[in-house]
C-alpha cells in the first residue's frame, strides 16, 4: 500500500534507536528494574498492611466481608502493576522523542490522562457519543510540512444508571492539515440501511463509487465541497484503508481546514517496553517504529503533502 | 363499512401517495436546479478570476495577445447569457472554449520563465486550479442529481406523476469527443 519511502521513514526512526536509545538501555534497564523492585517493594507493605487490618478485623467487625476485601486487594494490586506498567511505557517514550529528519518532527507529549470535556471526536461525528475520554498515547509533529496529531484514545459512556462504564469506542484518532481550503463540514462513516444523519445540519449524498457506498456514508452540509474534498482517488484509498490497517472500522472528517481518520482497534497500538521483560532488546521497538510509520505514511498515501492532494 | 367508505379511504390513500410520489419528483427537479446554479456559481468565480490571470500574463506574453483576446471575448459572451437549464448546452460549448484557451495560455507560459515565477501569477494560477477543481465537483454534484431525477421520471410509478406534472430529464455533463480520444504522447513529444 504505501511506497518505499515508508522503509525509509522506517529507517530513520529506527535510526533513532541506534543514536538514543542504545546508548542509554543500560540506564533504562537500571530503572526497569529499579520500579520493578519499587513497585513490589509497595505490594510487599501493602499486603503486610491488609494482612494486619484483616487479622483485627476478624475479630472486631462481625460478619467480615472476606471476599470483597479479598478482591479489593487483588485489584489494589493491579492498580499498583498497571500504575507502573504505564509510567514505565511512557517514560521509554519519553526518552525516544523528539524524532527530527530531514522532512520530519515528531513530538510525544504528556498530557492528563482522562478529559471529561474533550467531545471533539463526538462533535465530528467519528466516534459515537461518550462521556470519559481517556488518552493514552499522542504525538504530534509534521510530516513534509504536513502538521498531524496521533492519539490514541479510549472513550467511555455510563450505563446502567451509571454504575458501569461502557466502553465506546478504542483506537486511533489521526488529524491531518489539509491542502486543500474548505469551509463546511462533512463527514464519512460505516454504511447504514437508515442512513440516519448524525446532525440535523448534516445531509446524506450519494456519491459514484460503488464499493465505496457500500462501505461508508456520507453526510455533509454542502454536497459540491463534498464531492471537492471526496474524490474518486480518496473513496478508492479509503476502500482499501480497512484492509491495510486490518480494522473493524474507520470513519473520517473535514472541518476546520483538516482531515480527521479514526481507527478502531482492538489490539493496543503503539506499545514499546514491557516493564516484566529484559529492555535490551530491539524487536519491541521495530514493532513500535512499524506502527508509527504505518500511520504517518496516511499522509503520501493521501497525498496530502502536495498541493493537487486527494 | 359501505363501499362508499372504502371507496373514500382508497381515494384519500391513492391522493397521499400521489402527493409523496409528486413531492419527491419537484425535490428532484430542484435539487437539478440547485446543482446547476453552484456550477454556475463556480464558472463565475472562475471568470472573475481569468482577468487578473490575462492582466499579468499582458505583461509578459507579448506574442500571444490574439490568445488573450479570445478568452476576454468568450468570456464577455458567457457572462451576457442568461441562467438557466436551456441554455446549458451553449454554456458547456462556452466554457470547453475557455478553458481550451486558458490550457494554452498556462502551456505558453513555459516560455516566459519571469512570468512564471511571479508570486502573483503563482497564487493566481494556484486560486484557478482550486476553481477547476470545485467547478469538476460541482459539476460531479450536477450529475448525481440528474440522475436522480432521469430515475424518476422514467420509472414507473413516479414517471406517471412527473409526465402528468411536465417535468423531463436534463442531460448529463460530457466530455466533448476530443478530450475522450486517447491522448498520443507522439503528438507532444517532437
Not at chain 1, 462513516?189 to 448524525?198: K, Y
Not at chain 1, 474518486?232 to 473493524?248: I, P
Not at chain 2, 372504502?6 to 402527493?19: D, Q, T
Not at chain 2, 508570486?119 to 440522475?147: G, L, P
Request: charged content about 25%; some cysteine.
Amino acid at each position: 500500500m504505501f511506497s518505499e519511502n515508508s522503509n525509509s521513514l522506517n529507517n530513520v526512526l529506527l535510526g533513532k534507536y541506534d543514536d538514543v536509545i542504545l546508548p542509554k538501555l543500560d540506564i533504562l534497564e537500571d530503572k526497569r528494574k529499579e520500579m520493578l523492585k519499587n513497585a513490589f517493594i509497595a505490594m510487599l507493605v501493602w499486603t503486610a498492611m491488609c494482612g494486619i487490618f484483616s487479622l483485627f478485623a476478624i475479630f472486631l467487625i462481625k460478619d467480615y466481608p472476606k471476599i470483597f476485601i479479598t478482591a479489593l486487594y487483588f485489584l489494589s494490586l493491579y492498580l499498583l502493576y498497571s500504575s507502573t506498567k504505564k509510567d514505565f511505557e511512557r517514560d521509554i517514550k519519553k526518552e525516544l522523542f523528539p524524532i527530527v529528519s530531514d522532512d520530519f518532527v515528531l513530538n510525544y507529549e504528556i498530557i492528563k490522562e482522562r478529559s471529561d470535556s474533550d467531545t471533539l471526536y463526538s462533535d465530528l461525528y467519528i466516534i459515537p457519543a461518550y462521556k470519559y475520554l481517556y488518552y493514552e498515547d499522542l504525538f504530534s509533529g509534521s510530516y513534509k510540512n504536513v502538521k498531524l496529531d496521533i492519539k490514541e484514545l479510549k472513550t467511555e459512556k455510563e450505563c446502567c444508571c451509571g454504575f458501569f462504564d461502557k466502553k465506546v469506542f478504542k483506537g486511533v484518532v489521526i488529524s491531518f492539515e489539509m491542502n486543500k481550503n474548505f469551509k463546511g463540514n462533512t463527514v464519512i462513516l460505516s454504511d447504514t440501511a437508515r442512513h440516519a444523519s448524525p446532525s440535523k445540519n448534516l445531509h446524506h449524498t450519494v456519491l459514484e463509487d460503488v464499493e465505496f457506498e457500500k462501505k461508508f456514508d456520507v453526510y455533509t452540509d454542502d454536497d459540491v465541497e463534498a464531492r471537492y474534498l471526496i474524490t474518486t482517488a480518496l473513496m478508492e484509498r479509503l476502500n482499501n484503508l480497512q484492509v491495510a490497517f486490518n480494522t473493524d472500522k474507520i470513519s473520517a472528517a473535514f472541518r476546520d481546514n483538516k482531515f480527521y481518520i479514526a481507527l478502531s482497534s482492538k489490539k493496543d497500538l503503539f506499545f514499546v517496553g514491557s516493564i516484566l521483560k529484559n529492555i535490551n532488546t530491539k524487536t519491541q521497538f521495530v514493532e513500535f517504529f512499524k506502527e508509527l510509520s504505518s500511520v504517518i505514511m496516511l499522509i503520501e498515501y493521501f497525498k496530502l503533502e502536495e498541493r493537487t492532494g486527494l | 363499512m359501505t363501499l362508499t367508505t372504502i371507496l373514500i379511504v382508497v381515494a384519500v390513500v391513492l391522493a397521499f401517495w400521489f402527493y409523496g410520489v409528486y413531492v419527491s419528483v419537484i425535490q428532484k427537479r430542484n435539487k437539478v436546479l440547485e446543482a446547476f446554479s453552484s456550477i454556475d456559481v463556480q464558472l463565475k468565480k472562475r471568470y472573475d478570476l481569468i482577468p487578473n490571470i490575462l492582466t499579468i500574463a499582458q505583461k509578459f506574453m507579448d506574442h500571444e495577445r490574439s490568445l488573450i483576446e479570445d478568452v476576454t471575448k468568450l468570456r464577455t459572451q458567457v457572462y451576457s447569457m442568461a441562467n438557466n437549464l436551456g441554455n446549458i448546452d451553449k454554456k458547456i460549448e462556452l466554457d470547453g472554449l475557455i478553458s481550451k484557451k486558458m490550457g494554452q495560455i498556462f502551456v505558453a507560459m513555459e516560455n516566459y520563465p519571469q512570468l512564471k515565477s511571479d508570486a502573483t501569477m503563482v497564487t493566481a494560477m494556484q486560486t484557478y486550479n482550486e476553481v477547476e477543481e470545485h467547478i469538476a465537483a460541482a459539476r460531479r454534484f450536477y450529475n448525481s442529481a440528474a440522475n436522480e431525477l432521469k430515475n424518476a421520471v422514467e420509472i414507473f410509478p413516479s414517471s406517471m406523476v412527473a409526465g402528468m406534472c411536465g417535468i423531463k430529464a436534463v442531460d448529463f455533463f460530457r466530455a466533448e469527443e476530443q478530450e475522450r480520444k486517447a491522448v498520443n504522447a507522439q503528438d507532444y513529444l517532437k
